[in-house]
């Protein structure tokens, strides 16, 4: 005796609605892919307009020098509140007096951000002086062409600690803060040897270089868990094209193309880095136009970007 009510639906229907749930997917997808292009195009002319970051409450590691310390100065004109955070006392206190005479608000802390435990204590005390931080900024691991990039094996897992783990002690002490204040900031400075590892054959350049993917890792996949927590934090990647920051290091740079490249101020790099921040873009880079070469460089086969490598060939070790 046959069930009729059992009889299921022929494999060849089951694989006919397959393929049209499958197409229609596709199509939405399309569809979405060429909206997103063509906003990223129309936003390339509009950009989205600056947010306010008064009462913002700030932390910035590696605020006594270059990058880190126009950030801090710079955040202090527009009303926020913040925490330098420097292993070396006197630049961090420097830091701090020279957003006074702004009339900003602005403390220096000491912390070692390789120390988790050195990490917990000083979030806390931010917390108890300053208020629920909001915005992060890690600079420290950020090489320039003042700091020696000649290394010894036995200081790989300084670099590691210092360029990776310790964002991880950060986030830790952070992100519940953030939460709590039901908004923030994660802005994270990779230099571009994340990109490229150049045309030096040094390897001491090695551990620089895999630290500095490392980070773009780290912000793509935060970006994604905080995205899908539905969280109101938003994570800024940012390019750092150190060859280009620091004119005080001109004279050490041996430009291909002088004129399409050039150096810029700390200042100006900071400057930069806040207008993407404010505009709440989730990467760009410093100076903007040569993300795309990044990008470009990742596309092409490895040869010809090993030539384009050369073309643009500045000199500079790390770049």
């Known amino acids: 005796m046959t069930v009729h009510g059992n009889i299921r ?10 393929i049209c749930v499958l197409t229609l997917d596709l199509i939405m997808l399309l569809c979405g892919i060429c909206y997103t292009i063509l906003i990223a195009i129309y936003r390339m002319f509009r950009p989205p307009s600056l947010k ?19 950030l801090a ?18 630049s961090c206190v420097a830091t701090v007096q020279s957003a006074k005479q702004i009339h900003g608000t602005c403390k220096s802390y000491q912390c070692d951000v390789r120390d988790k435990e050195a990490v917990v204590r000083t979030v ?35 670099i590691m600690d210092l360029t990776i783990i310790s964002h991880f002690w950060l986030l830790d002490s952070v992100l519940p803060c953030m939460r709590h204040a039901g908004k923030g900031h994660i802005t994270i400075l990779s230099s571009v040897a994340g990109l490229s590892n150049g045309s ?3 390897r001491t350049r090695v551990p620089l270089s895999t630290a ?9 996949s935060l ?35 002088p004129s399409y490249f050039g150096t810029i101020s700390a200042a100006e790099a900071a400057k930069q880095i806040l207008d993407g921040v404010r505009r709440n873009y989730a990467e760009f880079s410093v100076p903007g136009y040569l993300l795309y070469l990044g990008h470009v460089l990742r596309i092409l086969p490895k040869k010809a970007s090993f030539m ?9 070790d790390f770049a």
Do not use: W
């Open 223 to 257: 970006h994604m868990e905080l995205r899908h927590s539905n969280s109101n934090i938003i994570v800024s990647l940012v390019h750092i094209y150190s060859f280009i920051v620091g004119t005080e290091a001109a004279k050490d740079i041996r430009f291909r193309i």
């Open 124 to 158: 806390n005390l931010i917390k108890n002086e300053l208020g629920d931080i909001t915005m992060l900024f890690h600079c420290c691991g950020l090489p320039s062409p003042l700091c020696t990039l000649v290394q010894a094996s036995s200081e790989v897992k300084d």
């Open 73 to 90: 100065l710079q955040l202090c004109q527009f009303g926020v509140m913040v925490a330098c955070i420097d292993i070396n006392v006197e």
């Open 52 to 70: 306010n970051l008064n009462f913002e409450v700030a932390m910035i590691v590696g605020a006594g020098r270059g990058v880190g310390r126009e």
């Open 212 to 220: 500095q993917f490392a980070l773009q890792g780290l912000a793509e």
């Open 308 to 316: 384009l490598r050369d073309l643009l060939d500045t000199g500079v």
């Open 9 to 18: 639906p022929p494999n060849m229907l089951l694989r006919i609605y397959s």
């Open 200 to 202: 030096s054959n040094r």
